[in-house]
């Protein structure tokens, strides 16, 4: 059609994650990974718009609560489903590991081969597996641990909704 532009992908939007338990989501997005709270419109149900705090930033995570996350079922469905984990660049790579261990996370650890990228695994309340990327040549001398138990194995859960930690703001 005369006018409109040419087709342009201009990167990620936002994802939008369902939850049953808006306090405890807000912990963890907010308080342990860092995101703030972006204003958000009513749409006549609970949720928040979070995002990066860095200058340009902008609502990247949007939360459901209520209504439009519940299922036929009543229930906020869990996990990622057919996607496997959302991917976040970060820096920091020990204040995160602190992060994890004083809010009771489990989480898992993997060097990217080849590179030079860290990883750092970990599930927020809904079952939603996290991936944070580090630059590991900024990081530190200490490396990641990649010992049995502590290193990310792909597709193998390490989320249990009956044992996951309470976190409240």
């Not at 040549?137 to 597709?155: I, K, N, T």
Request: hydrophobic share 45%.
């Amino acid at each position: 059609m005369a006018g409109l532009p040419a087709a342009t992908l201009f990167g990620l939007f936002h994802i939008a994650i369902k939850t049953s338990d808006l306090e405890a989501t807000l912990a963890f997005w907010c308080d342990v990974i860092g995101l703030v709270e972006f204003p958000r419109p009513d749409f006549g149900y609970p949720g928040a718009w979070l995002g990066c705090s860095q200058p340009g930033g902008q609502a990247i995570i949007h939360i459901y609560a209520g209504g439009p996350a519940l299922g036929a079922d009543g229930v906020a469905p869990a996990g990622t489903a057919a996607i496997d984990h959302v991917s976040l660049s970060c820096a920091g790579y020990r204040d995160y590991l602190a992060r994890f261990a004083a809010a009771g996370l489990p989480f898992r650890e993997f060097i990217v081969p080849g590179t030079t990228l860290w990883q750092l695994f970990v599930y927020d309340p809904s079952g939603v597996q996290l991936e944070l990327t580090f630059e590991g040549r900024v990081e530190g001398a200490e490396l990641p641990d990649m010992s049995e138990g502590r290193a990310y194995v792909a597709g193998s859960s390490f989320f249990d909704a009956a044992s996951y930690p309470t976190l409240r703001r």
